[in-house]
C-alpha cells in the first residue's frame, strides 16, 4: 500500500482568487493532437426529393466552428495564454478554414500538411433545429507527416510550459508515448485528455483528465465510490500517472492524486449546451498550471469555467474576465 489517503472535500460557489492576468499571459501551452472541423448546414425543408425519399435542404446559413485539439487551444488562448498548437490537417479548403479560425482565435498553429488526408470534418445539416445528417470526413495521417511532427514537437517544447494532449483517436498520437517521455526528461507537466482503452500510451503523464465512459472503457464500471477511488488508485499506480481528474457532467469533477481525493461540485445554474465542457476543463488546468497555480487549485477555476461553459450555445470558451467576475 502506498501511503494513499481518501479526504474528500466539496467546494460550493467558493470565493476563488484572482489570479493575474500577467501571470496567466505567460503561460505557455503547446497543445497536441486531433484537429476537427465543427460544420454546420443550415435550411429549410419544402419537398421530398424525386430522386430518393428523403428531404431536399435549401441551405441559407452556414458555420464552422474548431473542433478538438483546435477547441482545446481556442479555450486556453481566450483565457489569455500563449496558445500553440501541433496536429495534422490536408490540404484541402476544411484545413485552410482551421488555419484562419486559429488565426482569428489568435492560436500559434504548427500545422503538419498530408496532401492525402481529407481534413477532419464533421458536416451536420439541421433544418429547424433538427439535425437531419451528419457527415464525417476522416482518416489517419501518413507516417512521414507524423514523423515529422514528432521532431516539431521536439523544437517546440523548450518553448512551452505544459503540454497537452487531445486524443479524439484519428491518429494524431501516435508518438504519445516518445512525446510524454521527451516531455518529462524536460521537465514539462503533461496532460492528457484520453480516448479508447489503451492508456499504456500515457503511461508517466501527469494527469489525465477522462470523463465517466472513458475512466469505464479502462477500469470497468465502480460500484461504490470507494471501489472507484481503488481502481483509480490501481491505473494510477500501474501507469504512473501523478494524477487524474474524473469530469462527471452533473456531478462536478474529483481530482485523484498520490496523496489526497478532491472532489469539487458542479457550478452550472443554467445548463444550455454541454458539448465541448471536457475541452474547456483541461485546458484551464494547463493554463493555471502554466500561470504557476498548484493542480489541486487549478481544477477549482477548471470547475468555474467547464459551469460557465455549459451555460452557452455551441462549443464555447471562457474569456479571463468571464472566469474571475
Ligand atoms: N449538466 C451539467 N451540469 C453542470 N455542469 C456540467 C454539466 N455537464 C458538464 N458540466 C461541467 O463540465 C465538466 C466536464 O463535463 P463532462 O464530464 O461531461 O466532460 P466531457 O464528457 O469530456 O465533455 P465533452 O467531451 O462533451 O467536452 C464537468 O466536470 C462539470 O464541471
Ligand atoms: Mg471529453
Not at 474529483?254 to 483541461?282: C, K, M, N
Request: charged share 25%; with cysteine; aromatic share 4%.
Amino acid at each position: 500500500m502506498s501511503n494513499w489517503t481518501a479526504t474528500a472535500t466539496a467546494t460550493e460557489q467558493a470565493e476563488i482568487p484572482v489570479v493575474p492576468s500577467a501571470r496567466i499571459n505567460s503561460a505557455r501551452v503547446l497543445v497536441v493532437g486531433d484537429v476537427m472541423l465543427d460544420r454546420y448546414w443550415f435550411g429549410d425543408v419544402n419537398r421530398i426529393s424525386p430522386e430518393a425519399p428523403v428531404p431536399v435542404v435549401r441551405v441559407n446559413k452556414k458555420e464552422d466552428r474548431l473542433g478538438g485539439a483546435a477547441n482545446v487551444a481556442r479555450n486556453a488562448a481566450a483565457l489569455g495564454a500563449q496558445a500553440g498548437l501541433l496536429c495534422v490537417v490536408g490540404h484541402d479548403e476544411p484545413g485552410e478554414r482551421i488555419v484562419e479560425l486559429l488565426g482569428k482565435s489568435k492560436v500559434a498553429a504548427h500545422l503538419g500538411r498530408d496532401p492525402d488526408l481529407p481534413t477532419t470534418i464533421k458536416l451536420r445539416v439541421l433544418s429547424r433545429q433538427q439535425q437531419l445528417l451528419r457527415v464525417d470526413f476522416e482518416d489517419a495521417p501518413n507516417h512521414e507527416v507524423l514523423l515529422t511532427c514528432l521532431q516539431r514537437f521536439t523544437e517546440l517544447l523548450p518553448q512551452h510550459d505544459v503540454i497537452l494532449m487531445s486524443d479524439y483517436a484519428k491518429g494524431g498520437l501516435t508518438h504519445v508515448m516518445q512525446m510524454i517521455a521527451e516531455a518529462k526528461r524536460a521537465g514539462k507537466p503533461v496532460l492528457v485528455d484520453p480516448k479508447g482503452d489503451d492508456w499504456d500510451r500515457y503511461r508517466g503523464a501527469t494527469l489525465t483528465t477522462p470523463n465517466r465512459a472513458e475512466l469505464r472503457e479502462v477500469v470497468g464500471q465502480w460500484k461504490s465510490e470507494e471501489d472507484l477511488h481503488e481502481r483509480v488508485r490501481k491505473l494510477r499506480e500501474e501507469l504512473e500517472l501523478s494524477a487524474l481528474l474524473l469530469t462527471r457532467s452533473e456531478e462536478g469533477m474529483t481530482l485523484f492524486t498520490e496523496t489526497q481525493v478532491v472532489h469539487t461540485s458542479a457550478e452550472a445554474r443554467e445548463v444550455y449546451d454541454v458539448s465541448g465542457a471536457g475541452d474547456t476543463v483541461i485546458a484551464t488546468v494547463a493554463t493555471m498550471l502554466g500561470a504557476g497555480v498548484p493542480l489541486v487549485d487549478s481544477i477549482v477555476y477548471a470547475n468555474r469555467a467547464a459551469g460557465i461553459v455549459v451555460g452557452k450555445l455551441g462549443t464555447a470558451t471562457v474569456d479571463y474576465n468571464e472566469l474571475f467576475a
